[in-house]
């Protein structure tokens, strides 16, 4: 991504105001709400009658714990086996399903226990643990098979979602980019877009202050569908995900289709740092990109890959995260069992969701290129900083400082570091093309003198070639220790002080 100079007024922390274009698309179907349809359907005893359909190809051996026959029923397009929250519960479960009068064979549904919300929050009703969602495609037809390891899962049933059709589905690309003030994001297919029926979310949006990991995910669902049915498949997890696990939204924060297109999951803005419930745990100072699709054994596909890549590039350049370090992230328990609450865990600020949990996500084939995708960010990043900070804001009158300034470059860039007054004229300016920039401001005028009381600005800005870095801001106020309070109570304060060593 070569990204262009973005001017942020930050105080310690980076924050990032963005001004929207309108969103270019080709020629298509008007998007429009689509209301999804789940259908709950209760799971117990074993079904003697239909034991002998077990004998087909890639059933499990022995005998069942639950069972149910073949059964007619109104269509659907994904599905997944929920019940009642329970920690010592493992299953193994099963389905077929019948499609244009055939019966597929027997396929795994995929566990789902890493993906949730942290701590019972972001919550839109009684919670239910559950297999991951799986496309299956239009079907009419379900039978499931559950074999249970360890517990007693209560209230089983199984979920039949049908994410409805919408005009906007024969979306032959994804729209043009969007430009973000001078800094431009992937193309991403909106939730408006895709179809989201925003009646069904619950709750208001959570924020992260900033994000340190991205956590690459994969849906665990069916890699056999067409570029028409994708948007559908967003549809149906985001049903799932609310209607049948109780969650108030989607848990995932972008999604990327076998066609290399970006789908907008949790709402709350695709350019603010939303919690979602994907990472359980670790969903704070996060973010999760999630491949639509199995990748346990079949790879990607390299337009998958590239749009991965320049999602995860754009969300951690905003945050000046560097993408082949680490961070460390403390657990919130709950979700996962691999780190309990508390736990301050080490992560790859490119990381699989198998590094937080205890599962196999985001399957053996892209956790294997996690390294590729990580040098991927790197390159679509270009020029950038990574990990400014100032040492102090806030600063008395008189005061010699220093303010100063720290952080690393990616790759070689050529750095100015500026300190300005309110008005914008420039008090002190370094340029370098050190790796590391550590620049220093004594908050004194050009001619030596100290700054009166006010707003100062330090600025770090880079490029490379035709690449320019999102540049750094930081305020930093001069005050008397006398003036504190609101800002009109503090203006008024510097006004007297002004006046009291004016010459009488």
């Known amino acids: 991504m070569r990204r262009r100079a973005f001017l942020g007024l930050v105080l310690a922390a980076p924050t990032v105001a963005w001004v929207g274009l309108p969103t270019l698309t080709s020629a298509m179907g008007r998007p429009r709400p689509v209301p999804p349809s789940v259908r709950r359907l209760p799971l117990s005893g074993v079904d003697r009658t239909a034991v002998s359909s077990l004998r087909v190809k890639g059933s499990l051996p022995g005998s069942p714990s639950l ?79 559950l074999d249970v390891l360890a517990g007693r899962p209560r209230d089983v049933s199984v979920e039949l979602v049908d994410p409805g059709t919408s005009p906007a589905d024969d979306r032959r690309a994804g729209p043009r980019a969007v430009a973000f003030a001078d800094a ?88 603010r740092y939303v919690v ?22 079949l790879p990607p596909s390299e337009d998958t890959l590239a749009m991965t890549a320049k999602l995860l590039a754009w969300k951690l350049g905003s945050a000046f995260r560097d993408p082949r370090a680490t961070a460390v992230l403390t657990s919130a328990g709950g979700g996962t069992s691999k780190y309990p609450a508390g736990t301050k865990a080490t992560f790859d600020v490119v990381s699989g969701h198998r590094d937080a949990g205890n599962t196999s996500c985001p399957g053996n084939t892209t956790y294997a290129r996690l390294p590729d995708i990580r040098d991927r960010v790197v390159a679509e990043l270009g020029a950038a900083f990574a990990d400014p900070s100032v040492n102090q804001t806030d600063f008395p009158l008189a005061s010699t400082g220093p303010v100063t300034v720290t952080a690393r470059t990616l790759g070689p860039v050529t750095w100015t570091a500026t300190a300005l007054d309110a008005r914008g004229t420039e008090l002190r300016v370094v340029t370098s093309t050190e790796p590391a920039v550590d620049f220093s401001w004594d908050l004194t005028t050009t001619d030596g003198r100290p700054v009166p009381p006010g707003n100062y600005v330090v600025r770090l800005t880079g490029v490379n070639g035709d690449s320019r870095a999102l540049a750094y801001s930081a305020r930093v106020v001069v005050d008397s220790p006398l003036c504190r309070g609101t800002p009109l109570q503090r203006a008024l304060c510097r006004a007297q002080l002004r006046a009291a060593r004016r010459p009488r």
């Open 184 to 271: 431009v994001r992937p193309d991403i297919i909106t939730r408006e877009q895709w179809g989201a029926d925003e009646s069904i979310r619950r709750g208001t949006p959570s924020y992260n202050t900033t994000v340190k990991v991205g956590f690459v995910h994969h849906t665990a669902s069916s890699n056999d569908y067409t570029p028409e049915q994708a948007a559908a498949m967003v549809r149906g997890i985001y049903a799932y995900h609310v209607k049948s696990n109780g969650w108030s939204d989607i848990g995932y924060n972008y999604l990327v289709d076998r066609y290399g297109r970006a789908y907008e999951g949790r709402a709350g803005g695709l350019d």
């Open 67 to 145: 069972l149910m026959a073949q059964r007619g029923t109104e269509d659907f397009s994904l599905l997944g086996v929920t019940w009642l929250p329970d920690p010592l519960v493992q299953v193994v479960a099963q389905v077929r399903t019948r499609t244009g009068g055939r019966w597929t064979d027997w396929t795994p549904l995929d566990p789902q226990g890493e993906h949730r919300p942290d701590g019972g929050v972001d919550v839109a009703g009684a919670l239910r643990d559950g297999t991951a969602p799986r496309w299956v495609g239009p079907s009419d037809g379900v039978q499931v098979r």
């Open 276 to 297: 979602g419930a994907h990472t359980g745990g670790f969903n704070a100072s996060s973010f999760a990109v999630s491949l639509l699709g199995d990748f346990t054994t």
